[in-house]
């Protein structure tokens, strides 16, 4: 039960997304409802709605919100992150996903195995970065951080 069944992206603070933008967004909802791990403890003594939930996931006033809901659509609450300690981590990720599409064109397996070994280290550190930023907040697997952490990038126009 404490995992996310329905996932919705509100981009609408965002300039308008390309084409290949948006397949990545689905590609990743798709993953992450796939297979997730996503609870919420409880506060001060207050019990947590069971899950499954639903999440809206935003981009508002320079902060990641997190807006949470039960499946049937009862309001759990909602919390913002600040995108801060992602920026270098995604600026990061963004530059080696870019030398990897160049890397598929033009150079040999074992340079791009080595590109690719260097993306996925840097994919891991993001997912990190989330964890570690959701901790009292909400609970989440390394690869449910991993997937939230491509939506999150997906999210982000600054490509």
């Known amino acids: 039960m404490n995992r996310l069944v329905r996932i ?4 609408s603070a965002a300039p308008p997304a390309s ?35 639903a999440l809206l996931l935003a981009i508002r006033e320079g902060r990641l919100v997190f807006d949470i809901a039960t499946e049937t659509d009862q309001k759990i609450g909602e919390f913002h992150l ?3 300690p992602f920026r270098q981590v995604v600026k990061d990720y963004f530059q080696i996903c870019a030398s990897y599409y160049d890397a598929v064109k033009n150079l040999p397996p074992a340079r791009i195995e ?4 260097a993306r996925r280290g840097i ?18 697997d390394i690869d449910t ?3 939230l952490f491509t939506l999150i990038c997906a999210l982000i126009p600054a490509r």
Request: overall charge negative.
């Open 8 to 11: 919705e992206i509100d981009d």
């Open 145 to 147: 951080a991993r997937r």
């Open 123 to 140: 994919h891991n550190e993001g997912a990190r970065t989330l964890q570690e930023r959701l901790e009292g907040k909400a609970e989440v």
């Open 19 to 53: 084409h290949e933008l948006i397949q990545e967004r689905k590609v990743a909802v798709f993953d992450l409802l796939e297979d997730n791990s996503f609870a919420l403890p409880g506060r001060e003594g207050a019990a947590v709605p069971d899950g499954p939930y």
């Open 82 to 84: 600040s995108l801060g």
């Open 114 to 117: 080595a590109i690719d070994m």
